[in-house]
């Protein structure tokens, strides 16, 4: 061919690929579905899914099959977009009918892969008005929850800032979005998946669900500080599964759960609060002058009394105190300060607390009664968190006389000081079930030093038969998590703080 026809040749040939072959391509490529690029099915679903765009409305009806969004595999139909960075997703959600499996799921979703067992975090809507921040915070584990104390809300909004996920809700759609719990550290690394999804919890049938209002939002840091949430949550610790008992901007800590299984006992601004374990509204017990009470409090064997710790008399030191259960005039137990309680006797004629005397942190005994304290521990390092078992037989603390936190524990005369365990984390707060069989305790990292708050922690747990020890919980807390007893009577949950820090945001744009 003559060079000028081999020139001609060639820049056809690069004109046509410039121009031709991406037409082409984007002629092949899936077609928008409003906000979001794609959809498809996740995991394996006998019936394949579907959705319809309604533009006026902003309205998104999906169609999805699949037996379950949990366990270490998901099956459910996916609308999706891909995104990166901090994201905010909301829409009002309804079921087509009300038939099916009351558990069939309605989500808002961030993903990392379209993989079954991808890591992932949703603000799930069941059938039955059960409402959950569901995750999986590592690829083929097993999912969790956070269970609202709002049923069936009308919109729902999942936010990412940062590494961590929480959900906002409201009971209708002109409502304002409150924030409803979670904050939970989910590692979604780089681009990862935003969209709705649908599953009928039956593999056998398929069931539908209209995401309307739809608003994907990327929120931009405003300057401030950010906005403080406590949540009074439970934990099943056959499950695994959670529950918000109580949210609330500000700072509370440290719940007892009542003797009888009635209530809960926090503290905020200086104060005892009482919250029915049902929800509600916290009351106020009356302690006196006692005005600033900390987190060591506890409740007695007989549910007749109450010892707290108080920083509001003589040289603000924190010291002991007995109060009726239902409020009134505080007794002085301790005499020296600081004194922080911890542990009642299971006879109830003991108190066991924590005393800095000298410079040095250690663990003490004292009757009920008042008079002389005796001291428990004299190793070098801080002792802390003393609490008895339920037979009388061993107080259990944690002590830093190794090197870092682990837990221990002694006879009550403070004879035979024995490490219950060894690991290289810092663990705090032993608290034994009622049923004598469990403790659970806070851990931080390595690399934590003491107890401070607004960290990621584990609430972790051991059967004292076999010393196996597991996850509960994974938390953002840390002080004020669980410093006091806090098991259900029966010994099948636990009562624990978590936090969340909301940074401001600037104006918003819409997707």
């Known amino acids: 061919m003559p060079a000028r026809l081999t020139f001609l040749f060639a820049a056809f040939v690069a004109a046509f690929t410039y121009f031709v072959v991406p037409l082409a391509a984007s002629e092949n490529a899936p077609p928008a579905i409003g906000i979001f690029e794609s959809h498809s099915d996740v995991g394996s679903v006998l019936h394949p899914g579907s959705v319809d765009y309604d533009k006026a409305n902003h309205a998104y009806t999906i169609t999805g099959s699949g037996e379950n969004m949990w366990s270490a595999a998901d099956a459910f139909q996916f609308v999706w977009k891909k995104m990166s960075g901090d994201v905010s997703l909301s829409a009002d959600i309804s079921f087509l009918n009300k038939s099916g499996n009351e558990h069939k799921k309605a989500v808002l979703i961030f993903r990392q892969s379209l993989e079954a067992d991808s890591v992932y975090a949703d603000v799930a809507l069941h059938a039955s008005g059960l409402t959950s921040l569901q995750f999986r915070d590592e690829k083929g584990a097993i999912t969790r929850e956070v269970q609202s104390s709002v049923s069936a809300p009308k919109r729902l909004r999942l936010v990412k800032r940062g590494d961590y996920v929480f959900m906002l809700l409201a009971k ?147 010291l002991v105190y007995i109060v009726p259960i239902t409020g009134g005039v505080p007794r002085r137990i301790t005499q020296k300060s600081p004194s922080y309680w911890h542990g009642w006797s299971p006879d109830g004629r003991t108190l066991a607390f924590v005393g800095q005397r000298n410079g040095d942190f250690d663990i003490y005994a004292i009757p009920v009664t008042g008079g002389e304290e005796t001291r428990l521990t004299t190793a070098k390092g801080l002792d802390d968190g003393p609490e008895y078992s339920p037979d009388g037989k061993y107080i259990y603390f944690n002590s830093e006389r190794t090197g870092h936190m682990q837990i221990w524990r002694m006879k009550p005369d403070g004879s035979e000081q024995e490490q219950v365990f060894a690991d290289d984390l810092n663990n705090w707060f032993p608290h034994i079930s009622p049923d004598g069989e469990w403790m659970v305790f806070l851990t931080y990292g390595a690399d934590v030093t003491g107890h401070p708050p607004n960290k990621d922690v584990m609430l972790r747990l051991m059967s004292l038969g076999d010393k196996k020890i597991t996850v509960l919980v994974k938390l953002f807390g840390g002080q004020g998590t669980m410093n006091v007893p806090s098991w259900s009577p029966d010994s099948k949950q636990v009562a624990f703080v978590s936090y969340l820090l909301i940074p401001p945001e600037k104006s918003q744009n819409k997707k």
């Open 172 to 318: 209708s759609s002109s409502d304002n979005l409150d924030v409803a719990g979670g904050w939970l550290r989910i590692p979604l690394q780089g681009g990862f998946y935003v969209g709705l999804g649908v599953c009928s919890h039956n593999n056998d049938l398929s069931e539908t669900a209209t995401f309307a209002n739809v608003e994907l939002i990327q929120p931009e840091n405003a300057p401030g500080e950010p906005v403080l949430y406590s949540t009074l949550e439970t934990v099943e610790i056959d499950s695994a599964d959670r529950r918000v008992a109580y949210l609330a901007p500000g700072h509370f800590e440290a719940p007892n759960w009542t003797r009888d299984g009635l209530a809960f006992l926090f503290n905020q601004d200086g104060r005892i609060e009482r919250l029915p374990v049902e929800g509600g509204k916290p009351t106020q017990i009356d302690t006196g002058f006692a005005t600033r009470c900390n987190n060591d409090h506890g409740i007695s064997p007989d549910a007749t009394q109450l010892a707290i710790s108080d920083n509001s008399q003589e040289d603000h030191n924190s």
